[in-house]
Nanobody, 117 residues
Framework: HVQLVESGGGLVQPGGSLRLSCAAS????????MGWYRQAPGKERELVAV???????TYGGFVKGRFTLSRDNANNTAYLQMDNLSSEDTAVYYC???????????WGQGTQVTVSS
């Protein structure tokens, strides 16, 4: 089992920055994917960024170079640096931990990001 603890959400003005953190603990396998998804009111959950077990990172199409996902494997923590935020980035951001062996698919509790002046 894996536990995820998210932090770093909040209120920021348009053009501002936030850094989200997701710390994983528990039975961490050697190979796993870790990343972030988001869900805005009335919309489906969508990919923000994920780094797979081969350390390849995929970003959602809307990111356009504004966000950077990084991982500290020694501490099993993923960070999402978000810059140049706009109101369209307002959503609940969820951390995801996924592995094949064993089959794990865990979600964090979600952290609210609100971009507003």
């Amino acid at each position: 089992h894996v536990q995820l603890v998210e932090s770093g959400g909040g209120l920021v003005q348009p053009g501002g920055s936030l850094r989200l953190s997701c710390a994983a603990s528990g039975s961490i396998p050697s190979r796993y994917a870790m990343g972030w998804y988001r869900q805005a009111p009335g919309k489906e959950r969508e990919l923000v960024a994920v780094e797979n077990s081969s350390r390849e990172t995929t970003y959602g199409g809307f990111v356009k170079g504004r966000f950077t996902l990084s991982r500290d494997n020694a501490n099993n923590t993923a960070y999402l640096q978000m810059d140049n935020l706009s109101s369209e980035d307002t959503a609940v951001y969820y951390c995801n931990f996924h592995s094949v062996t064993p089959w794990y698919d865990f979600w964090g509790q979600g952290t609210q990001v609100t971009v507003s002046s």
